[in-house]
Protein backbone atom coordinates (compact mmCIF):
# COMPACT_ATOMS: atom_id res chain seq x y z
CA UNK A 1 0.00 0.00 0.00
CA UNK A 2 2.75 2.36 1.00
CA UNK A 3 4.27 1.44 -2.53
CA UNK A 4 1.11 2.26 -4.17
CA UNK A 5 0.62 5.49 -2.14
CA UNK A 6 4.45 6.47 -2.99
CA UNK A 7 4.70 10.18 -4.10
CA UNK A 8 7.63 10.42 -7.52
CA UNK A 9 10.43 12.89 -6.98
CA UNK A 10 10.18 14.54 -10.33
CA UNK A 11 7.48 17.21 -10.29
CA UNK A 12 4.33 17.12 -12.74
CA UNK A 13 5.34 19.18 -15.95
CA UNK A 14 3.55 22.24 -16.01
CA UNK A 15 0.85 22.76 -18.77
CA UNK A 16 1.63 24.72 -21.64
CA UNK A 17 0.25 27.62 -22.70
CA UNK A 18 -1.97 27.40 -25.51
CA UNK A 19 -0.45 29.20 -28.81
CA UNK A 20 -0.74 32.80 -29.93
CA UNK A 21 -2.51 33.18 -33.53
CA UNK A 22 -1.24 34.68 -36.21
CA UNK A 23 -1.86 38.60 -36.35
CA UNK A 24 -4.60 39.45 -38.74
CA UNK A 25 -2.23 42.48 -39.53
CA UNK A 26 1.05 40.27 -40.49
CA UNK A 27 2.12 40.89 -44.25
CA UNK A 28 1.73 38.05 -46.48
CA UNK A 29 4.94 35.89 -47.15
CA UNK A 30 7.00 37.50 -49.74
CA UNK A 31 6.92 35.38 -53.41
CA UNK A 32 10.87 36.26 -54.26
CA UNK A 33 11.84 34.32 -50.84
CA UNK A 34 10.12 30.99 -51.61
CA UNK A 35 13.09 29.44 -54.04
CA UNK A 36 15.31 30.27 -51.29
CA UNK A 37 13.06 28.82 -48.87
CA UNK A 38 12.80 25.34 -50.77
CA UNK A 39 16.79 25.27 -51.05
CA UNK A 40 16.74 25.22 -47.38
CA UNK A 41 14.39 22.90 -47.48
CA UNK A 42 16.00 21.05 -49.56
CA UNK A 43 19.45 20.81 -47.69
CA UNK A 44 18.08 20.30 -44.46
CA UNK A 45 16.28 16.82 -46.40
CA UNK A 46 19.66 15.53 -47.78
CA UNK A 47 20.67 16.16 -44.24
CA UNK A 48 17.65 14.34 -42.91
CA UNK A 49 18.32 11.85 -45.61
CA UNK A 50 22.10 11.43 -44.78
CA UNK A 51 20.75 10.14 -41.36
CA UNK A 52 19.38 6.64 -42.82
CA UNK A 53 22.96 5.31 -42.59
CA UNK A 54 23.73 5.52 -39.09
CA UNK A 55 22.92 3.56 -36.14
CA UNK A 56 19.47 3.26 -35.09
CA UNK A 57 20.22 3.53 -31.92
CA UNK A 58 21.40 6.92 -32.04
CA UNK A 59 18.48 8.21 -33.58
CA UNK A 60 16.24 6.44 -31.44
CA UNK A 61 18.28 7.99 -28.40
CA UNK A 62 18.65 11.50 -30.22
CA UNK A 63 14.85 11.43 -30.95
CA UNK A 64 14.12 9.97 -26.79
CA UNK A 65 16.51 13.42 -25.61
CA UNK A 66 14.54 16.08 -27.91
CA UNK A 67 11.17 14.23 -26.28
CA UNK A 68 12.47 15.37 -22.98
CA UNK A 69 13.85 18.55 -23.37
CA UNK A 70 10.44 19.49 -24.06
CA UNK A 71 8.56 21.63 -21.48
CA UNK A 72 5.02 19.61 -21.37
CA UNK A 73 3.18 16.21 -22.41
CA UNK A 74 1.64 18.39 -25.21
CA UNK A 75 5.04 19.31 -26.92
CA UNK A 76 6.28 15.88 -26.40
CA UNK A 77 2.63 14.93 -28.12
CA UNK A 78 3.30 17.18 -30.74
CA UNK A 79 6.62 16.28 -31.81
CA UNK A 80 5.63 12.21 -31.53
CA UNK A 81 2.56 13.38 -34.50
CA UNK A 82 5.05 15.76 -36.30
CA UNK A 83 7.75 12.58 -36.32
CA UNK A 84 5.16 9.92 -37.54
CA UNK A 85 3.54 12.85 -40.28
CA UNK A 86 6.95 12.86 -42.23
CA UNK A 87 7.93 9.57 -41.57
CA UNK A 88 4.95 8.91 -43.70
CA UNK A 89 5.16 12.04 -46.18
CA UNK A 90 8.70 10.30 -47.01
CA UNK A 91 7.49 6.68 -47.39
CA UNK A 92 4.99 8.19 -49.70
CA UNK A 93 7.33 10.21 -51.50
CA UNK A 94 9.72 7.45 -51.95
CA UNK A 95 6.98 5.37 -53.08
CA UNK A 96 5.84 7.77 -55.42
CA UNK A 97 9.19 8.11 -56.81
CA UNK A 98 10.62 4.25 -57.24
CA UNK A 99 6.96 4.05 -59.66
CA UNK A 100 7.94 7.10 -61.80
CA UNK A 101 11.41 5.53 -62.52
CA UNK A 102 10.27 2.36 -62.58
CA UNK A 103 7.43 3.29 -65.51
CA UNK A 104 10.59 5.85 -67.17
CA UNK A 105 12.92 2.42 -67.38
CA UNK A 106 9.77 0.21 -68.77
CA UNK A 107 8.85 2.88 -71.23
CA UNK A 108 12.61 2.90 -72.52
CA UNK A 109 13.42 -0.83 -72.31
CA UNK A 110 9.67 -2.04 -73.65
CA UNK A 111 10.14 -2.10 -77.75
CA UNK A 112 6.33 -1.52 -78.78
CA UNK A 113 5.07 2.31 -79.07
CA UNK A 114 1.63 2.62 -76.89
CA UNK A 115 -0.63 2.16 -80.08
CA UNK A 116 0.77 -1.20 -80.84
CA UNK A 117 1.11 -2.28 -77.03
CA UNK A 118 -2.78 -1.18 -76.65
CA UNK A 119 -3.54 -3.46 -80.14
CA UNK A 120 -1.41 -6.27 -77.96
CA UNK A 121 -3.09 -6.40 -75.27
CA UNK A 122 -6.49 -5.87 -77.00
CA UNK A 123 -5.69 -9.66 -77.64
CA UNK A 124 -5.33 -10.96 -74.25
CA UNK A 125 -8.25 -12.47 -72.58
CA UNK A 126 -9.54 -10.43 -69.02
CA UNK A 127 -7.65 -11.75 -66.77
CA UNK A 128 -4.44 -11.44 -68.12
CA UNK A 129 -5.57 -7.87 -68.90
CA UNK A 130 -6.18 -7.20 -65.57
CA UNK A 131 -2.30 -8.75 -64.48
CA UNK A 132 -0.77 -6.63 -67.06
CA UNK A 133 -2.36 -3.53 -66.01
CA UNK A 134 -1.35 -4.40 -62.16
CA UNK A 135 2.34 -4.21 -63.74
CA UNK A 136 3.11 -0.48 -63.96
CA UNK A 137 1.82 2.60 -64.59
CA UNK A 138 2.67 2.62 -68.50
CA UNK A 139 0.72 -0.91 -69.10
CA UNK A 140 -2.16 0.42 -66.57
CA UNK A 141 -2.78 3.49 -68.75
CA UNK A 142 -2.31 1.09 -71.83
CA UNK A 143 -4.85 -1.12 -70.56
CA UNK A 144 -7.31 1.63 -69.62
CA UNK A 145 -7.71 2.40 -73.47
CA UNK A 146 -11.28 1.65 -74.70
CA UNK A 147 -9.97 -0.22 -77.61
CA UNK A 148 -8.72 -3.35 -74.71
CA UNK A 149 -11.97 -4.38 -74.23
CA UNK A 150 -13.83 -4.10 -77.52
CA UNK A 151 -14.04 -7.62 -77.33
CA UNK A 152 -14.88 -8.73 -73.98
CA UNK A 153 -15.09 -12.94 -73.18
CA UNK A 154 -16.13 -13.27 -69.51
CA UNK A 155 -16.75 -16.83 -70.09
CA UNK A 156 -16.09 -19.63 -66.79
CA UNK A 157 -16.20 -22.91 -66.29
CA UNK A 158 -17.56 -22.06 -62.94
CA UNK A 159 -19.04 -19.17 -61.37
CA UNK A 160 -16.54 -16.14 -61.06
CA UNK A 161 -18.04 -13.04 -62.89
CA UNK A 162 -20.29 -11.05 -60.97
CA UNK A 163 -22.71 -7.79 -62.33
CA UNK A 164 -20.01 -5.59 -60.83
CA UNK A 165 -17.17 -7.01 -62.82
CA UNK A 166 -19.41 -7.14 -66.46
CA UNK A 167 -20.47 -3.55 -65.50
CA UNK A 168 -16.75 -2.34 -65.40
CA UNK A 169 -15.87 -3.74 -68.37
CA UNK A 170 -18.67 -2.41 -69.96
CA UNK A 171 -17.86 1.06 -68.91
CA UNK A 172 -13.90 0.86 -70.00
CA UNK A 173 -14.92 -0.53 -72.81
CA UNK A 174 -17.82 2.22 -73.70
CA UNK A 175 -18.31 3.19 -77.74
CA UNK A 176 -15.32 0.95 -78.84
CA UNK A 177 -17.36 -2.62 -77.49
CA UNK A 178 -17.99 -5.10 -80.31
CA UNK A 179 -18.25 -8.23 -78.67
CA UNK A 180 -19.62 -9.89 -75.54
CA UNK A 181 -19.62 -12.85 -73.83
CA UNK A 182 -21.32 -13.99 -70.78
CA UNK A 183 -21.69 -17.09 -68.67
CA UNK A 184 -20.39 -20.81 -68.36
CA UNK A 185 -19.64 -22.99 -70.74
CA UNK A 186 -18.92 -26.78 -70.59
CA UNK A 187 -15.29 -26.85 -71.98
CA UNK A 188 -13.10 -24.07 -73.01
CA UNK A 189 -11.92 -26.30 -76.15
CA UNK A 190 -15.29 -26.30 -77.30
CA UNK A 191 -15.57 -25.51 -81.21
CA UNK A 192 -18.95 -23.34 -81.92
CA UNK A 193 -19.28 -25.99 -84.86
CA UNK A 194 -19.73 -28.83 -82.35
CA UNK A 195 -22.78 -30.80 -82.58
CA UNK A 196 -22.36 -31.41 -79.07
CA UNK A 197 -25.03 -30.07 -76.80
CA UNK A 198 -23.89 -26.65 -74.90
CA UNK A 199 -26.13 -26.37 -72.63
CA UNK A 200 -24.67 -26.80 -68.92
CA UNK A 201 -26.08 -26.01 -65.55
CA UNK A 202 -24.12 -24.07 -62.15
CA UNK A 203 -24.58 -26.83 -60.67
CA UNK A 204 -23.13 -29.52 -63.03
CA UNK A 205 -20.37 -27.04 -63.09
CA UNK A 206 -19.93 -27.40 -59.74
CA UNK A 207 -20.08 -30.78 -59.70
CA UNK A 208 -17.25 -31.36 -62.84
CA UNK A 209 -14.51 -29.01 -60.91
CA UNK A 210 -14.85 -29.71 -57.57
CA UNK A 211 -16.06 -26.13 -56.71
CA UNK A 212 -17.90 -25.35 -53.37
CA UNK A 213 -21.77 -24.47 -53.67
CA UNK A 214 -21.36 -22.66 -50.67
CA UNK A 215 -19.08 -20.04 -52.64
CA UNK A 216 -21.84 -18.91 -54.26
CA UNK A 217 -23.43 -17.85 -51.49
CA UNK A 218 -23.28 -13.52 -50.89
CA UNK A 219 -20.79 -13.17 -47.93
CA UNK A 220 -21.29 -9.91 -46.04
CA UNK A 221 -19.36 -7.53 -47.31
CA UNK A 222 -18.53 -9.53 -50.97
CA UNK A 223 -19.64 -9.58 -54.06
CA UNK A 224 -21.78 -12.98 -54.90
CA UNK A 225 -20.25 -14.17 -58.36
CA UNK A 226 -23.38 -15.32 -59.78
CA UNK A 227 -24.71 -13.06 -62.89
CA UNK A 228 -28.08 -11.86 -62.34
CA UNK A 229 -30.93 -10.64 -64.46
CA UNK A 230 -29.63 -7.33 -64.32
CA UNK A 231 -26.19 -8.12 -65.57
CA UNK A 232 -26.62 -6.47 -69.20
CA UNK A 233 -28.48 -3.49 -67.90
CA UNK A 234 -25.10 -1.33 -68.40
CA UNK A 235 -25.62 -2.21 -72.61
CA UNK A 236 -28.64 0.63 -72.24
CA UNK A 237 -26.40 2.86 -69.86
CA UNK A 238 -25.15 5.50 -70.99
CA UNK A 239 -28.21 6.20 -73.42
CA UNK A 240 -27.37 3.36 -75.02
CA UNK A 241 -23.95 3.66 -76.02
CA UNK A 242 -22.12 0.74 -75.65
CA UNK A 243 -25.56 -1.54 -76.72
CA UNK A 244 -25.65 0.79 -80.16
CA UNK A 245 -22.02 -0.20 -81.84
CA UNK A 246 -22.41 -3.70 -80.14
CA UNK A 247 -21.93 -5.93 -82.84
CA UNK A 248 -21.24 -10.13 -81.13
CA UNK A 249 -23.40 -11.30 -78.23
CA UNK A 250 -23.00 -14.69 -76.88
CA UNK A 251 -24.98 -16.00 -73.47
CA UNK A 252 -24.32 -19.29 -72.01
CA UNK A 253 -25.85 -20.85 -69.11
CA UNK A 254 -26.79 -18.06 -67.76
CA UNK A 255 -29.83 -19.29 -65.24
CA UNK A 256 -31.35 -15.99 -63.97
CA UNK A 257 -31.77 -14.47 -67.44
CA UNK A 258 -35.35 -13.97 -68.37
CA UNK A 259 -37.46 -12.98 -71.31
CA UNK A 260 -37.82 -9.16 -69.80
CA UNK A 261 -34.19 -8.61 -69.46
CA UNK A 262 -33.24 -10.36 -72.52
CA UNK A 263 -35.93 -8.48 -74.57
CA UNK A 264 -34.71 -5.70 -73.00
CA UNK A 265 -30.79 -5.91 -73.60
CA UNK A 266 -31.43 -6.44 -77.22
CA UNK A 267 -33.69 -3.37 -77.53
CA UNK A 268 -30.33 -1.79 -76.91
CA UNK A 269 -27.98 -3.56 -79.44
CA UNK A 270 -29.22 -2.07 -82.89
CA UNK A 271 -26.57 -3.26 -85.19
CA UNK A 272 -26.33 -6.77 -83.27
CA UNK A 273 -24.60 -9.61 -86.22
CA UNK A 274 -23.86 -12.52 -84.15
CA UNK A 275 -25.76 -14.05 -81.30
CA UNK A 276 -25.75 -17.24 -79.87
CA UNK A 277 -28.07 -18.05 -76.81
CA UNK A 278 -27.32 -21.30 -74.84
CA UNK A 279 -29.02 -22.53 -71.68
CA UNK A 280 -31.41 -19.85 -70.73
CA UNK A 281 -34.70 -20.06 -69.32
CA UNK A 282 -36.69 -17.46 -72.20
CA UNK A 283 -39.25 -18.90 -74.75
CA UNK A 284 -38.29 -19.11 -78.40
CA UNK A 285 -41.31 -16.89 -80.06
CA UNK A 286 -40.24 -13.99 -77.97
CA UNK A 287 -36.95 -13.97 -78.16
CA UNK A 288 -37.01 -14.15 -81.79
CA UNK A 289 -39.86 -11.08 -82.15
CA UNK A 290 -37.49 -9.18 -79.72
CA UNK A 291 -34.88 -9.90 -82.43
CA UNK A 292 -36.70 -9.55 -86.03
CA UNK A 293 -37.74 -5.78 -83.76
CA UNK A 294 -34.77 -4.72 -82.67
CA UNK A 295 -31.85 -6.47 -84.57
CA UNK A 296 -32.43 -5.65 -88.45
CA UNK A 297 -28.68 -6.48 -89.46
CA UNK A 298 -28.50 -10.18 -87.51
CA UNK A 299 -26.46 -12.30 -89.88
CA UNK A 300 -25.76 -15.57 -87.36
CA UNK A 301 -28.58 -16.97 -84.89
CA UNK A 302 -27.84 -19.52 -82.68
CA UNK A 303 -30.29 -20.52 -80.14
CA UNK A 304 -30.04 -23.64 -77.90
CA UNK A 305 -32.78 -24.62 -75.44
CA UNK A 306 -32.23 -25.09 -72.06
CA UNK A 307 -35.66 -27.82 -72.05
CA UNK A 308 -35.09 -30.04 -74.86
CA UNK A 309 -38.61 -30.34 -76.63
CA UNK A 310 -40.67 -29.07 -74.63
CA UNK A 311 -40.35 -25.58 -76.25
CA UNK A 312 -42.80 -25.53 -78.87
CA UNK A 313 -43.96 -21.30 -79.02
CA UNK A 314 -42.88 -20.90 -82.54
CA UNK A 315 -45.92 -19.81 -84.60
CA UNK A 316 -46.15 -19.06 -88.33
CA UNK A 317 -46.35 -15.19 -87.70
CA UNK A 318 -43.11 -15.26 -85.88
CA UNK A 319 -41.19 -16.96 -88.44
CA UNK A 320 -42.69 -14.93 -91.30
CA UNK A 321 -41.61 -10.75 -89.03
CA UNK A 322 -38.09 -12.81 -88.64
CA UNK A 323 -38.18 -13.55 -92.25
CA UNK A 324 -39.39 -9.93 -93.59
CA UNK A 325 -37.26 -8.62 -91.08
CA UNK A 326 -33.68 -10.09 -91.22
CA UNK A 327 -33.44 -10.71 -94.62
CA UNK A 328 -29.21 -10.57 -93.73
CA UNK A 329 -29.42 -13.78 -92.01
CA UNK A 330 -26.77 -16.58 -93.14
CA UNK A 331 -26.27 -19.07 -90.63
CA UNK A 332 -29.47 -20.42 -88.57
CA UNK A 333 -29.86 -22.62 -85.65
CA UNK A 334 -32.49 -24.23 -83.46
CA UNK A 335 -31.31 -26.95 -80.91
CA UNK A 336 -33.72 -28.35 -79.24
CA UNK A 337 -36.65 -26.61 -79.72
CA UNK A 338 -40.07 -28.51 -80.80
CA UNK A 339 -40.16 -27.22 -84.11
CA UNK A 340 -42.60 -27.89 -86.66
CA UNK A 341 -41.89 -28.21 -90.77
CA UNK A 342 -44.12 -25.85 -91.85
CA UNK A 343 -42.32 -23.58 -89.75
CA UNK A 344 -39.09 -24.59 -90.85
CA UNK A 345 -39.86 -24.23 -94.46
CA UNK A 346 -40.69 -20.46 -94.17
CA UNK A 347 -37.88 -20.01 -92.96
CA UNK A 348 -35.19 -21.99 -94.86
CA UNK A 349 -36.89 -20.38 -98.38
CA UNK A 350 -37.24 -17.42 -96.70
CA UNK A 351 -33.96 -16.51 -96.02
CA UNK A 352 -32.10 -16.06 -99.70
CA UNK A 353 -28.58 -15.48 -98.09
CA UNK A 354 -29.22 -18.70 -95.82
CA UNK A 355 -25.50 -21.18 -96.14
CA UNK A 356 -25.76 -22.43 -92.22
CA UNK A 357 -28.41 -24.61 -90.71
CA UNK A 358 -28.57 -26.71 -87.62
CA UNK A 359 -31.55 -28.05 -86.11
CA UNK A 360 -29.74 -30.70 -84.09
CA UNK A 361 -31.67 -32.38 -81.53
CA UNK A 362 -34.82 -30.85 -82.22
CA UNK A 363 -38.97 -32.55 -81.83
CA UNK A 364 -41.34 -33.20 -84.70
CA UNK A 365 -39.00 -32.09 -87.73
CA UNK A 366 -39.91 -34.74 -90.14
CA UNK A 367 -37.74 -33.35 -92.48
CA UNK A 368 -40.69 -32.42 -95.24
CA UNK A 369 -39.97 -28.95 -95.28
CA UNK A 370 -36.64 -30.10 -97.51
CA UNK A 371 -39.24 -31.01 -100.30
CA UNK A 372 -38.55 -29.09 -103.74
CA UNK A 373 -35.69 -27.03 -101.86
CA UNK A 374 -32.29 -26.77 -102.82
CA UNK A 375 -33.37 -24.62 -106.28
CA UNK A 376 -35.23 -21.51 -106.92
CA UNK A 377 -37.52 -22.09 -104.57
CA UNK A 378 -35.03 -21.11 -101.88
CA UNK A 379 -32.46 -22.92 -99.82
CA UNK A 380 -29.91 -22.72 -103.09
CA UNK A 381 -27.15 -21.44 -100.92
CA UNK A 382 -26.98 -24.05 -98.31
CA UNK A 383 -23.58 -25.47 -97.79
CA UNK A 384 -24.63 -26.78 -94.23
CA UNK A 385 -27.64 -29.10 -93.08
CA UNK A 386 -27.31 -30.50 -89.30
CA UNK A 387 -30.04 -32.78 -88.04
CA UNK A 388 -28.30 -34.92 -85.72
CA UNK A 389 -30.61 -36.73 -83.33
CA UNK A 390 -33.93 -35.22 -84.39
CA UNK A 391 -36.16 -38.24 -83.39
CA UNK A 392 -38.94 -37.81 -85.71
CA UNK A 393 -36.84 -37.40 -88.85
CA UNK A 394 -38.25 -40.05 -91.32
CA UNK A 395 -35.91 -42.14 -93.46
CA UNK A 396 -38.35 -41.41 -96.92
CA UNK A 397 -37.86 -37.90 -96.06
CA UNK A 398 -33.71 -38.32 -96.11
CA UNK A 399 -34.25 -40.83 -99.41
CA UNK A 400 -36.06 -37.83 -100.98
CA UNK A 401 -33.09 -35.16 -99.78
CA UNK A 402 -30.25 -37.43 -101.47
CA UNK A 403 -32.32 -37.97 -104.48
CA UNK A 404 -32.47 -34.13 -104.65
CA UNK A 405 -28.69 -33.80 -104.17
CA UNK A 406 -28.27 -36.55 -106.92
CA UNK A 407 -30.66 -34.38 -109.76
CA UNK A 408 -28.85 -31.13 -108.98
CA UNK A 409 -29.97 -29.60 -106.29
CA UNK A 410 -28.07 -28.02 -103.24
CA UNK A 411 -25.29 -27.35 -105.50
CA UNK A 412 -23.01 -25.67 -102.71
CA UNK A 413 -23.50 -28.06 -100.11
CA UNK A 414 -20.32 -29.15 -98.72
CA UNK A 415 -21.27 -30.69 -95.15
CA UNK A 416 -24.27 -32.97 -93.98
CA UNK A 417 -24.89 -34.41 -90.62
CA UNK A 418 -28.20 -37.11 -90.72
CA UNK A 419 -26.89 -39.17 -88.02
CA UNK A 420 -29.06 -40.47 -85.34
CA UNK A 421 -27.93 -42.48 -82.28
CA UNK A 422 -31.85 -44.28 -82.20
CA UNK A 423 -31.81 -44.69 -85.97
CA UNK A 424 -34.31 -42.82 -88.45
CA UNK A 425 -38.08 -42.69 -88.20
CA UNK A 426 -39.75 -45.49 -90.11
CA UNK A 427 -42.46 -44.01 -92.88
CA UNK A 428 -45.16 -45.44 -91.51
CA UNK A 429 -44.29 -45.17 -87.90
CA UNK A 430 -42.47 -42.53 -86.15
CA UNK A 431 -41.45 -44.64 -83.29
CA UNK A 432 -39.95 -47.20 -85.71
CA UNK A 433 -36.57 -46.92 -86.17
CA UNK A 434 -34.74 -47.79 -89.20
CA UNK A 435 -32.17 -46.91 -91.80
CA UNK A 436 -31.78 -48.97 -95.15
CA UNK A 437 -29.13 -48.26 -97.59
CA UNK A 438 -31.16 -49.58 -100.31
CA UNK A 439 -33.79 -46.62 -99.67
CA UNK A 440 -30.83 -43.96 -99.18
CA UNK A 441 -28.56 -43.27 -101.92
CA UNK A 442 -25.47 -42.88 -99.98
CA UNK A 443 -22.80 -44.43 -101.73
CA UNK A 444 -24.34 -43.22 -104.92
CA UNK A 445 -24.30 -39.32 -103.61
CA UNK A 446 -20.71 -40.17 -102.05
CA UNK A 447 -19.64 -40.68 -106.13
CA UNK A 448 -21.02 -37.77 -107.64
CA UNK A 449 -20.80 -35.38 -104.99
CA UNK A 450 -17.04 -36.23 -103.11
CA UNK A 451 -17.42 -32.16 -102.61
CA UNK A 452 -19.47 -33.16 -99.61
CA UNK A 453 -18.98 -34.44 -96.51
CA UNK A 454 -21.52 -36.69 -95.70
CA UNK A 455 -22.32 -38.36 -91.55
CA UNK A 456 -24.53 -40.59 -91.00
CA UNK A 457 -24.13 -42.62 -87.64
CA UNK A 458 -26.95 -45.13 -87.00
CA UNK A 459 -27.19 -47.82 -84.07
CA UNK A 460 -24.84 -50.65 -84.70
CA UNK A 461 -27.50 -52.96 -85.80
CA UNK A 462 -28.49 -51.95 -89.47
CA UNK A 463 -26.19 -48.99 -88.83
CA UNK A 464 -23.93 -47.25 -91.89
CA UNK A 465 -21.04 -45.29 -91.52
CA UNK A 466 -19.15 -43.83 -94.23
CA UNK A 467 -17.39 -40.19 -94.11
CA UNK A 468 -15.37 -40.32 -96.67
CA UNK A 469 -12.47 -41.99 -94.83
CA UNK A 470 -12.27 -38.54 -92.90
CA UNK A 471 -11.25 -39.09 -89.50
CA UNK A 472 -13.12 -37.85 -86.17
CA UNK A 473 -11.27 -34.71 -85.64
CA UNK A 474 -10.83 -33.53 -89.67
CA UNK A 475 -15.12 -33.64 -89.41
CA UNK A 476 -15.00 -31.74 -86.33
CA UNK A 477 -12.69 -29.52 -87.95
CA UNK A 478 -14.53 -29.00 -91.28
CA UNK A 479 -17.48 -28.44 -89.40
CA UNK A 480 -16.83 -25.67 -87.28
CA UNK A 481 -14.72 -24.02 -90.32
CA UNK A 482 -17.83 -23.88 -92.49
CA UNK A 483 -20.22 -22.66 -89.42
CA UNK A 484 -17.47 -19.73 -89.41
CA UNK A 485 -17.56 -19.73 -93.41
CA UNK A 486 -21.44 -19.12 -92.83
CA UNK A 487 -21.58 -16.78 -90.41
CA UNK A 488 -18.65 -14.64 -91.76
CA UNK A 489 -20.90 -14.64 -95.36
CA UNK A 490 -18.18 -16.07 -97.18
CA UNK A 491 -18.97 -18.10 -100.07
Known sequence: MDTLLHTPTSMAKRPCPLPSSPSPSSPPPNPNKIPNMNNQVGNLLQTFLNLADSNSLSIDQSFEHLLDSSSCDADQSLLIDRALKLGSILLEAGNRSARKRSSVHNSLTWALPPDLTIKLFSMLDAQSLCYAAATCSMFYKCAMDPLCYANIDLTTVVPKVNNAVVSTMIQRAGKALRSLKLGIVPSPTMSRGSCQPLVYGIRNAVEVSNFSWNDKKTRQGKESSTLTRYCLTPLSGDKGAAGAVLRGLHLYNIERIDNTSLCGALSACPSLLDLEI???????????VSVSMNCPLIERLFFESSKTGRDDSLKIPTCVHLVNNCPNLTSLALRGFKLYDYNLRILVKGFRKLKYVDFSTSYSITGSFLRN?????????????????????????????????LAGDFRFLRYLDISNREGLAAAGDSYGRCYSSSIIPTKQVLEERPDICLLAEFPSEGSFVDVGQMTDSDISSQSSQLSSRASDGEP
Open 373 to 405: LGGDMGGSLLEVLIFRDCMHLKELEVARLFTSV
Open 278 to 288: IGLHVDLRQTL
